[in-house]
Nanobody, 124 residues
Framework: QVQLVESGGGLVQAGGSLRLSCAAS????????MGWFRQAPGKEREFVSR????????YYADSVRGRFTISADNGKNTVYLQMNGLKPEDTAVYYC?????????????????WGQGTQVTVSP
C-alpha cells in the first residue's frame, strides 16, 4: 500500500502563488508516476499535471500550462505543484495520486492510490 498526504493549500488572491506538496509513504517503490488532479464544486475531478519519479517529461492540462510546475524529489518521496498566476477558476480541492505503471497517467481511472486532498481557494 501507498499513503499520500497533500499539504500547502489555502486562500490566496488572484495572481498569487501556492506550492502544494504530496508526501508519499509505504511501498513507494511500486509506483512510477505521480499526478495532480483537482475537483471544483459540482464538477468532475480533472487532470492537472503528472510526472514520473525518475523525472523526465512533465504533462500539464492546457488550463494550467505555463503557470503550474510539477516536480518530484525522490529522496524525500515528495511531489510538488508550484502554482503561479492563480485565477479564481483554479479554486478546487487538489488531489495527489500515484500510478503503478510506467506510462499513461493523464486519466483519473489510471491511478492506484489517492490522497485526501487539499483545498485551494483563489479570491478575485
Amino acid at each position: 500500500q501507498v499513503q499520500l498526504v497533500e499539504s500547502g493549500g489555502g486562500l490566496v488572491q488572484a495572481g498569487g502563488s501556492l506550492r502544494l506538496s504530496c508526501a508519499a509513504s509505504g511501498r513507494t517503490s511500486s509506483t512510477y508516476i505521480m499526478g495532480w488532479f483537482r475537483q471544483a464544486p459540482g464538477k468532475e475531478r480533472e487532470f492537472v499535471s503528472r510526472i514520473s519519479w525518475g523525472g523526465g517529461i512533465a504533462y500539464y492540462a492546457d488550463s494550467v500550462r505555463g503557470r503550474f510546475t510539477i516536480s518530484a524529489d525522490n529522496g524525500k518521496n515528495t511531489v510538488y505543484l508550484q502554482m503561479n498566476g492563480l485565477k479564481p477558476e483554479d479554486t478546487a480541492v487538489y488531489y495527489c495520486a500515484a500510478r503503478k505503471r510506467l506510462v499513461g497517467g493523464r486519466a483519473r481511472g489510471q491511478y492506484d492510490y489517492w490522497g485526501q486532498g487539499t483545498q485551494v481557494t483563489v479570491s478575485p
